[in-house]
């Protein structure tokens, strides 16, 4: 009797200690939790999904943006929640539709694996709210509003009411990412050259990660340079607008883009304000490679931010560059870059030109 009675004790002691580990390491857990949820009101151009004939994707018009983007982050995995209303209106600021979208996703960073789960509605009323006083004039590229709490709290309200009514998929498995994946990718992102700077002079120029131009308004010389479809491989064109309209006109659209370009990317992506941790643009701008054979540049990015849900979009942001900086705007912001940096890429055919030097030159990664 007193040999099972020890039997007993020493099962209770053992399993005392197992349930207490367990608490223990899920308050660790909860401790140690990356908790960030923002709201967001904001007007930014949109773009054709699809390239017309001359392979440029072509501005629709704008839409105006609420949004809330809730990330819980530990080290064991990261979930990410968005809900997001989107009213668009033509380029004649004619309203067309409100989209609202409720999205989820889970990625547990030990085994890889995730899932996800989402909704859409199109309803025939704007739907958003303190958006009149940011509609854009036509030469505006992102517009943000940066409202008090009482304007916040009113369109996170405003958001989940409307998205209460809204049912959600089930889960579906989707592609996730490891620890190891992501320290693959941040590797290669470490051995990239640093943000190429050029000292514009006199002339025009703007750019960046060697996409730029330089142009000599006062003679018509130019260079115009811009990613090949060769990771770290650019093509760079050498001329003068001086007597050619040909020039001229393919010169002024590629000048376009490129100020759209690096607008976006630079601007609106607020680039100098989390260079410190910045490591989203490189994979990008680049044919960085992502885990799993998903590759990068600009028109691979495209394409992703098109197939994927923002929240899966979202999760990566957030596990390379941080929870804060992981938001629908910045997101959106980076889809509209690669779509102008996809269009001046498009407006080097060497036919636009005349009388022009060409070389391949080597680049940012």
């Known amino acids: 009797m007193k040999k099972f009675v ?36 904001y007007v930014i151009e949109t773009y054709s999904g699809e390239v017309n004939e001359e392979n440029i994707f072509k501005k ?11 990330i819980n982050k530990t080290s064991k995995y990261i979930t990410t929640e968005v809900k997001i209303i989107e009213d668009y209106y033509d380029l004649n600021g004619t309203f ?20 996800v789960r989402s909704n859409k509605e199109s309803i025939n009323i704007p739907s958003t709210i303190y958006g009149k006083k940011n509609i854009p004039t036509p030469n505006a590229k992102m517009v943000k509003y940066n409202g008090n709490l009482a304007e916040e709290e ?7 009411s409307i998205a209460s009514d809204m049912a959600i998929s089930d889960f579906r498995d989707v592609k996730g990412y490891s620890f190891n994946e992501l320290e693959e990718i941040s590797n290669t992102i470490k051995n990239l050259s640093p943000m190429s700077n050029f000292n514009c002079g006199i002339v025009e120029c ?88 998903i590759v990068a540049g600009p028109g691979g990015w495209v394409a992703l931010v098109n197939t994927w849900t923002i929240a899966e979009g979202l999760t990566l942001f957030a596990s390379l560059t941080g929870t804060t900086y992981a938001v629908v705007g910045n997101y959106q912001a980076s889809k509209n870059a690669m779509q102008n940096l996809e269009n001046a890429r498009s407006a080097m055919y060497y036919s636009n030109y005349e009388n022009i030097t060409m070389e391949v030159v080597n680049g940012y990664y």
């Not at 039997?7 to 053992?14: A, S």
């Not at 629709?60 to 809730?70: A, D, L, M, R, W």
């Not at 009113?154 to 989940?160: D, G, P, Q, Y």
Request: charged share 15%; aromatic share 16%; hydrophobic share 35%.
């Open 96 to 115: 067309l539709e409100s989209i609202i979208s409720i999205e989820e996703y889970h990625n547990n960073y030990f085994t890889g694996k995730a899932k």
């Open 6 to 41: 020890t039997l007993i004790t020493i099962f209770t002691f053992l399993f005392s200690t197992m349930m207490y580990q367990v608490a223990n390491a899920q308050i660790q857990e909860a401790l140690n939790l990356d908790h960030v949820e923002q709201i967001e009101n």
């Open 60 to 70: 629709t018009g704008y839409k105006q943006v609420n949004s809330i983007t809730e």
């Open 154 to 160: 009113s369109i996170k309200k405003n958001i989940e």
């Open 206 to 293: 703007a750019g960046a990660y060697d996409n730029y131009y330089n142009h000599n308004i006062s003679n018509g010389d130019f260079i115009i340079q811009a990613l090949s479809s060769t990771k770290g491989k650019y093509i760079k064109y050498t001329g003068s607008t001086f007597g050619s309209t040909k020039n001229a006109t393919s010169v002024a659209n590629f000048k376009r883009y490129i100020d759209n370009y690096e607008d976006y990317l630079i601007d609106q992506m607020e680039y100098s304000q989390w260079e410190t941790t910045f490591t989203w643009l490189p994979t990008i701008v680049g044919f960085v490679l992502f885990a799993a054979g």
